[in-house]
Nanobody, 126 residues
């Protein structure tokens, strides 16, 4: 069983930055690929970023966040982060982290993730 707890959301002005954290429990966190998704009101959950297991040398980003967001992991702290810069009002959503426990490769499809956190709200004002 894996438990994920997100934190770091909040209200920020356009152009600002936030860093989201996702703390995990479980003995084999290092072996999980991890991903960040977001869901705005009335919309489906959408992919934001994902990172491979272990060294995290493989990452993937949605086109809408490339060059602005960065995903990275600290296996000693069992935490994955999402650094968000140059935030825009359209980034407003509840952000969720997910754990994919199968082959260690990042996946962009939310239905492939095995565990989810409860989400953290990010609101970007114009």
């Amino acid at each position: 069983q894996v438990q994920l707890v997100e934190s770091g959301g909040g209200l920020v002005q356009a152009g600002g930055s936030l860093r989201l954290s996702c703390a995990a429990s479980g003995r084999t966190f290092s072996g999980y690929a991890m991903g960040w998704f977001r869901q705005a009101p009335g919309k489906e959950r959408e992919f934001v970023a994902a990172i491979s297991s272990w060294s995290g040398d493989i990452t993937s980003y949605a086109d809408s966040v490339k060059g602005r967001f960065a995903i990275f992991r600290d296996n000693d702290r069992m935490t994955v982060y999402l650094q968000m810069n140059s935030l825009k009002p359209e980034d407003t959503a509840v952000y969720y982290c997910g754990a994919y426990i199968h082959n260690g490769l990042p996946t962009i499809f939310p239905n492939e993730y095995d565990y989810w956190g409860q989400g953290t709200q990010v609101t970007v004002s114009s």
